[in-house]
């Protein structure tokens, strides 16, 4: 597995349980780590990114899977399997690749976003829509989607300001807006203010501030995949605009034999708990292949006639009651 999160982990979790051999390489850069906590997942409601991770962790160790620091530099096949070398210059070879490496968030170069991403600058409303539900929403154009998430969290506030920054809006766009009472302000976004630890406003070009107590922001969404053009697997454009992603079939299997995908990296909407599932799913598709790699291998082993079990039969017919002790 290269990637750590819900869905490398939980593939792992899959495949341990099936008595198979794992190894989880985690370059410890999950996406979730500036949120308090992690939502939307049954059960787990509001735990921390890191906790969940840890927990996964402990569960996949606990049925002999190992879980390794690292970041994979290239992958390569080598007859059977592939090598998968690590930037420390260890190397760990594999029969079959489950990649969840997720995706990066690449945030507009605005002042003050980076800073209070994760806490008040969002990007998903039922990640965070709840905990600032009511208050005074600024939603930034910053791509093809950024109408649809100011729609979107209209559904937690009725405050509800859409920056137009550097994208002019569609006719359609504008009366979708206007009919849903979202106010929108023309003009470059300068900066993102706070204070006390807190978002405060939308400083534009002009120095107006529009006072805002959180910011969604749609970020294009990056892929970390790099390690597998030797492969031949490379991200492609998304038809949503949204950002890069691999492509695979419902099961997470890509063109690339023995090659399994799960999670952001073929989901760019999926949330921890869909993330995970396809994890799941992922790894056991990835069982049932061995298994039936481990059949095929055994008829053809069995179909052999000097296979031992085929000599045990002659013998038997042969030697009848007189084969003890040969």
Same mark, same amino acid.
């Given at each position: 597995?290269?990637?750590? =999160?819900?869905? =490398?982990?939980?593939?792992?979790? *899959?495949?341990?349980?099936? !008595?198979?051999?794992?190894?989880?390489?985690?370059?410890?850069?999950?996406?979730? $780590?500036?949120?308090? =906590?992690?939502?939307?997942?049954?059960?787990?409601?509001?735990?921390?990114?890191?906790?969940?991770?840890?927990?996964?962790?402990?569960?996949? !160790?606990?049925?002999?899977?190992?879980?390794?620091?690292?970041?994979?530099?290239?992958?390569?096949?080598?007859?059977?399997?592939?090598?998968?070398?690590?930037?420390?210059?260890?190397?760990?070879?594999?029969?079959? #690749?489950?990649?969840?490496?997720?995706?990066?968030?690449?945030?507009?170069?605005?002042?003050?976003?980076?800073?209070?991403?994760?806490?008040?600058?969002?990007?998903?409303?039922?990640?965070?829509?709840?905990?600032?539900?009511?208050?005074?929403?600024?939603?930034?154009?910053?791509?093809?989607?950024?109408?649809?998430?100011? #729609?979107?969290?209209?559904?937690?506030?009725?405050?509800?300001?859409?920056?137009?920054?550097?994208?002019?809006?569609?006719?359609?766009?504008?009366?979708?807006?206007?009919?849903?009472?979202?106010?929108?302000?023309?003009?470059?976004?300068?900066?993102?203010?706070?204070?006390?630890?807190?978002?405060?406003?939308?400083?534009?070009?002009?120095?107006?501030?529009?006072?805002?107590?959180?910011?969604?922001?749609?970020?294009?969404?990056?892929?970390?995949?790099?390690?597998? $053009?030797?492969?031949?697997?490379?991200?492609?454009?998304?038809?949503?605009? *949204?950002?890069?992603?691999?492509?695979?079939?419902?099961?997470?299997?890509?063109?690339?034999?023995?090659?399994?995908?799960?999670?952001?990296?073929?989901?760019?909407?999926?949330?921890?708990?869909?993330? $995970?599932?396809?994890?799941?799913?992922? =790894?056991?598709?990835?069982?049932?292949?061995?298994?039936?790699?481990?059949?095929?291998?055994?008829?053809?082993?069995?179909?052999?006639?000097? $296979?031992?079990?085929?000599?045990?039969?002659?013998?038997?017919?042969?030697?009848?009651?007189?084969?003890?002790?040969?």
């Amino acid at each position: 597995m290269v990637g750590g =999160g819900a869905a =490398g982990l939980n593939g792992a979790l *899959m495949l341990a349980r099936a !008595r198979r051999s794992v190894v989880v390489i985690d370059a410890g850069s999950p996406r979730n $780590a500036p949120a308090s =906590g992690v939502h939307g997942l049954l059960g787990r409601e509001g735990m921390p990114p890191a906790e969940l991770l840890a927990r996964g962790r402990a569960e996949v !160790r606990e049925y002999g899977g190992h879980v390794v620091s690292g970041e994979v530099r290239d992958v390569t096949r080598e007859g059977e399997e592939f090598a998968v070398a690590l930037a420390d210059g260890r190397t760990v070879r594999a029969r079959r #690749l489950l990649v969840a490496t997720g995706v990066v968030d690449d945030l507009p170069e605005i002042p003050g976003v980076q800073e209070r991403w994760g806490k008040d600058v969002l990007h998903c409303p039922y990640c965070h829509g709840w905990e600032v539900r009511d208050q005074a929403i600024g939603v930034l154009a910053t791509g093809p989607m950024s109408v649809h998430l100011a #729609l979107m969290f209209r559904q937690w506030s009725p405050d509800i300001t859409y920056f137009a920054h550097t994208r002019p809006l569609s006719p359609e766009d504008a009366e979708q807006l206007a009919a849903r009472e979202i106010r929108v302000v023309t003009g470059e976004v300068a900066a993102v203010e706070s204070a006390d630890d807190r978002l405060t406003g939308v400083r534009m070009a002009d120095g107006t501030v529009v006072a805002r107590a959180a910011l969604a922001v749609a970020p294009r969404m990056s892929v970390r995949a790099d390690f597998l $053009a030797t492969l031949g697997l490379r991200a492609t454009d998304h038809p949503s605009g *949204m950002g890069e992603y691999l492509p695979a079939d419902s099961t997470g299997r890509s063109d690339v034999p023995g090659v399994w995908i799960a999670g952001n990296v073929v989901d760019m909407a999926a949330q921890v708990g869909a993330a $995970a599932a396809a994890g799941a799913g992922a =790894g056991a598709q990835i069982n049932a292949d061995l298994i039936d790699e481990e059949t095929r291998l055994a008829v053809a082993a069995y179909r052999e006639p000097f $296979a031992a079990t085929a000599e045990s039969e002659v013998c038997d017919l042969v030697a009848g009651e007189r084969r003890h002790g040969l």
